[in-house]
Protein backbone atom coordinates (compact mmCIF):
# COMPACT_ATOMS: atom_id res chain seq x y z
CA UNK A 1 0.00 0.00 0.00
CA UNK A 2 1.79 3.56 -1.15
CA UNK A 3 0.27 7.02 0.41
CA UNK A 4 0.79 10.23 -1.39
CA UNK A 5 3.97 12.23 0.46
CA UNK A 6 2.18 14.32 2.96
CA UNK A 7 -0.99 11.66 3.28
CA UNK A 8 -0.17 9.03 6.63
CA UNK A 9 -3.02 6.60 7.46
CA UNK A 10 -5.08 7.43 10.40
CA UNK A 11 -3.18 4.63 12.27
CA UNK A 12 -0.15 6.78 11.88
CA UNK A 13 -1.59 9.39 13.35
CA UNK A 14 -2.92 8.04 15.95
CA UNK A 15 0.73 6.95 16.53
CA UNK A 16 2.22 10.47 16.03
CA UNK A 17 -0.44 11.70 18.92
CA UNK A 18 0.30 8.77 21.67
CA UNK A 19 4.21 9.68 21.39
CA UNK A 20 2.81 13.00 22.03
CA UNK A 21 1.59 11.75 24.92
CA UNK A 22 3.69 9.52 26.09
CA UNK A 23 5.68 11.44 28.82
CA UNK A 24 4.60 11.30 32.63
CA UNK A 25 4.93 15.52 32.58
CA UNK A 26 3.24 15.64 29.05
CA UNK A 27 0.17 13.98 30.98
CA UNK A 28 0.70 15.56 34.27
CA UNK A 29 0.44 19.10 32.45
CA UNK A 30 -2.96 17.69 30.27
CA UNK A 31 -4.30 16.44 33.66
CA UNK A 32 -3.68 19.97 35.31
CA UNK A 33 -5.52 21.78 32.19
CA UNK A 34 -8.37 19.06 31.87
CA UNK A 35 -10.37 21.29 34.26
CA UNK A 36 -10.90 23.41 31.07
CA UNK A 37 -9.64 26.34 32.52
CA UNK A 38 -6.71 28.68 31.63
CA UNK A 39 -3.10 28.33 33.29
CA UNK A 40 -0.76 30.17 33.33
CA UNK A 41 2.89 29.37 32.67
CA UNK A 42 3.77 30.23 36.40
CA UNK A 43 0.94 28.26 37.25
CA UNK A 44 1.95 25.38 36.01
CA UNK A 45 5.62 25.83 36.52
CA UNK A 46 4.90 25.76 40.28
CA UNK A 47 2.02 22.75 40.15
CA UNK A 48 4.91 20.66 38.46
CA UNK A 49 8.17 21.83 39.81
CA UNK A 50 9.49 22.02 36.51
CA UNK A 51 12.66 24.35 35.22
CA UNK A 52 11.06 27.13 32.78
CA UNK A 53 13.16 25.68 29.37
CA UNK A 54 11.73 22.14 30.37
CA UNK A 55 8.21 23.04 30.28
CA UNK A 56 8.47 25.23 27.82
CA UNK A 57 9.91 21.92 25.49
CA UNK A 58 6.87 19.95 27.10
CA UNK A 59 4.33 22.84 26.24
CA UNK A 60 5.58 22.97 22.73
CA UNK A 61 5.44 19.41 21.98
CA UNK A 62 1.78 19.03 23.38
CA UNK A 63 0.50 22.29 21.45
CA UNK A 64 2.47 20.38 18.03
CA UNK A 65 -0.11 17.14 18.59
CA UNK A 66 -2.82 20.62 19.07
CA UNK A 67 -3.67 18.65 22.20
CA UNK A 68 -3.24 22.43 23.86
CA UNK A 69 -3.24 26.04 22.96
CA UNK A 70 -1.82 29.44 24.25
CA UNK A 71 -2.68 32.66 24.56
CA UNK A 72 -0.27 35.68 25.27
CA UNK A 73 -1.35 38.36 27.28
CA UNK A 74 0.47 41.27 28.32
CA UNK A 75 3.93 39.19 30.02
CA UNK A 76 1.85 36.26 30.64
CA UNK A 77 0.77 33.05 28.60
CA UNK A 78 -1.84 30.92 29.32
CA UNK A 79 -2.81 27.50 28.26
CA UNK A 80 -5.81 25.45 28.12
CA UNK A 81 -6.75 21.56 26.23
CA UNK A 82 -7.83 22.58 22.58
CA UNK A 83 -10.88 19.77 22.92
CA UNK A 84 -12.68 18.82 25.91
CA UNK A 85 -11.89 15.10 24.34
CA UNK A 86 -8.18 15.53 25.68
CA UNK A 87 -9.88 15.68 29.33
CA UNK A 88 -12.46 12.60 28.17
CA UNK A 89 -9.13 10.83 26.86
CA UNK A 90 -7.22 11.28 30.43
CA UNK A 91 -10.36 10.18 32.00
CA UNK A 92 -10.40 6.85 29.81
CA UNK A 93 -7.08 5.73 30.46
CA UNK A 94 -7.56 6.00 33.94
CA UNK A 95 -10.21 3.96 33.74
CA UNK A 96 -8.15 1.37 31.95
CA UNK A 97 -5.04 1.82 33.77
CA UNK A 98 -7.44 0.79 36.89
CA UNK A 99 -9.24 -2.25 34.99
CA UNK A 100 -5.67 -3.43 34.27
CA UNK A 101 -4.40 -2.96 37.57
CA UNK A 102 -7.19 -4.85 39.62
CA UNK A 103 -7.02 -7.42 37.03
CA UNK A 104 -3.28 -7.90 38.26
CA UNK A 105 -4.69 -7.82 41.70
CA UNK A 106 -6.90 -10.59 41.30
CA UNK A 107 -4.33 -12.60 39.30
CA UNK A 108 -1.69 -12.12 42.14
CA UNK A 109 -4.56 -12.99 44.80
CA UNK A 110 -5.02 -16.43 43.08
CA UNK A 111 -1.32 -16.93 42.87
CA UNK A 112 -1.17 -16.37 46.77
CA UNK A 113 -3.93 -18.64 47.17
CA UNK A 114 -2.18 -21.49 46.02
CA UNK A 115 -0.65 -24.20 48.33
CA UNK A 116 2.86 -23.46 49.09
CA UNK A 117 5.65 -26.08 47.05
CA UNK A 118 7.65 -28.49 49.13
CA UNK A 119 11.36 -28.07 49.15
CA UNK A 120 13.12 -30.70 48.16
Known amino acids: MSFNRGERPLYEVKAGLFKGLAHPLRIRLLELLADGLEHSVADLQQSTGLEASHLSQHLAVLRRHRLVTSDRR ?12 VAELLTVARQLLSAVLTTDADQLGRIADLPALSQP
Do not use: L, M
Not at 74 to 85: C, G, N, W
Open 74 to 85: ASHVYYRITQPQ
